[in-house]
Structures are given as structure tokens and as C-alpha cells.
């Protein structure tokens, strides 16, 4: 169960997010990567992560993935989620970040971002609604509107996307849908 955040100023962000931007290793992964002796690369991801993905999606919050490094896997992952924005090898996030918002014709103070290391501050800085998982770096952590109680690859985005959906009022027609209130 996530708590509810309460204090007003926090809410009052979270309230504008159409977007949810995220990095990938470390957030939507514990961070591991396993290489194998044919170079094959494979990476863990929550399941329940992703299902939190598509009922924020399915209640019309974007969702992004932005990372430093190039997978295929990752690839494979975000079709799975209907994820169609995904940004690979990207060493300068902050530049694609501004692009995003061009593109899609929205504020700074309409996305989330969610990161764990010293290369994500930059957009944690720029975000609306700023959130470092759990065993993010300290200095992520320091910066962030909201630390999450679950650590990155083990249920930190699901945690996210339910403060977004509790924040903006969606949380109860999940319930509805699902049967679970």
C-alpha cells in the first residue's frame, strides 16, 4: 500500500503532471545487468511496475523512457508496455528533455522524473514533480520532491504512478475497475 502524500505544495505538483519521463537502469531495473558469454545483455523488470505504466497511461499520463545507455532489451520492454517515446544513449538528458516538451507542447511543470543517479539531477531539477527511487545516490535523493519507499526494479514505479493517480483524483476509478474497493 503507498501512502498518501498530504502536504498541499507537493500535491499541487503532482496534480499538473501529463508526463512521466523515466530512466531505465536503476528505476525501472534494480540497476544489474547480466552479460552473457555471447554478449546477449538481459535485465529484471517488475511486473507490477509495468501494469502501473499502463493504468497511467490508460488514464492519459505519458510515459517516457530516457536513459544513458542502449539496449535492445529495453526496446523490447517498452513495446510490451505500449510505451512508443523511448530515448537511448543519451548522454545529455536535459537536451532531449527540452525537445520532449517542445514536441509534445507542455510545461516543465507538467512532467514527473524519476532517476536514481548524478546523471538524472539535471532533469530532476527541471521537473515539475521531482522523484529519486529509494537507493537513489544521495545526491538525487537531497533534490527530489519525493523518495520513493521502494527501491529502483522492485516496485518504485508502481509506487509513482499510484501518488500520481491518488494525487490527481484517479485512484477510486482504478478501484472501480478492478474491484478492489
Not at 555471447?38 to 529484471?44: D, T, Y
Amino acid at each position: 500500500m503507498v501512502e498518501e502524500v498530504t502536504e498541499e505544495r507537493l500535491l499541487n505538483k503532482i496534480r499538473r503532471v501529463k508526463l512521466l519521463i523515466l530512466d531505465v537502469d536503476g528505476v525501472l531495473t534494480d540497476g544489474r545487468i547480466v552479460i552473457d558469454d555471447a554478449g546477449l545483455e538481459s535485465k529484471q523488470f517488475d511486473v507490477r511496475d509495468g501494469h502501473g505504466l499502463k493504468i497511467l497511461m490508460r488514464y492519459g499520463i505519458g510515459v517516457v523512457l530516457l536513459t544513458g545507455r542502449q539496449s535492445r532489451v529495453v526496446e523490447h520492454r517498452a513495446a510490451d508496455l505500449g510505451i512508443a517515446e523511448v530515448h537511448q544513449g543519451i548522454w545529455n538528458k536535459a537536451e532531449v528533455f527540452e525537445e520532449i516538451l517542445k514536441r509534445r507542447q507542455i510545461a516543465p511543470e507538467e512532467t514527473a522524473c524519476v532517476g536514481d543517479d548524478v546523471v538524472d539531477i539535471p532533469l530532476l531539477r527541471r521537473a515539475g514533480f521531482s522523484v529519486a527511487v529509494a537507493d537513489a545516490v544521495l545526491e538525487a535523493r537531497q533534490i527530489a520532491d519525493y523518495v520513493t519507499h521502494h527501491p529502483g526494479g522492485r516496485g518504485a514505479v508502481r509506487e509513482v504512478c499510484e501518488v500520481i493517480l491518488k494525487a490527481q483524483n484517479r485512484w477510486s476509478d482504478v478501484a472501480v475497475r478492478y474491484e478492489f474497493a
